[in-house]
Nanobody, 112 residues
């Protein structure tokens, strides 16, 4: 089974940017959907964005226009470019494969 590891989290001021990366342990070309989720303290984990292996993309309304998800099947990587970050984006961000496999997460903290 594929294993996922996130990187790229950190501390940033509001209005700043971060690029998260998800490294898969094996080829992801056959994985139908890769996604990014997040979980803020005291809240349920929520979907942020997902991308299919055919390139179909969906975002939740609160990040649309600020975040961009992409995948590089040749490198077994999935990315989340996050621009114009807001304090409300503070959370642990998780990579997900086919709604079933999770990475350990990476912390994103946005200060005002």
């Amino acid at each position: 089974q594929v294993q996922l590891v996130e990187s790229g989290g950190g501390l940033v001021q509001a209005g700043g940017s971060l690029r998260l990366a998800c490294t898969a342990s094996q080829n992801i070309e056959g994985i139908g959907v890769m996604g990014w989720y997040r979980q803020a303290p005291g809240k349920q984990r929520e979907l942020v964005a997902h991308i299919s292996n055919l390139g179909s993309i969906n975002y939740i309304p609160s990040v649309k226009g600020r975040f961009t998800i992409s995948r590089d099947n040749a490198k077994n990587m999935v990315y989340l470019q996050m621009n114009n970050l807001k304090p409300a984006d503070t959370a642990v961000y998780f990579c997900n494969a086919n709604w079933a496999i999770w990475g350990p997460g990476t912390q994103v903290t946005v200060t005002s």
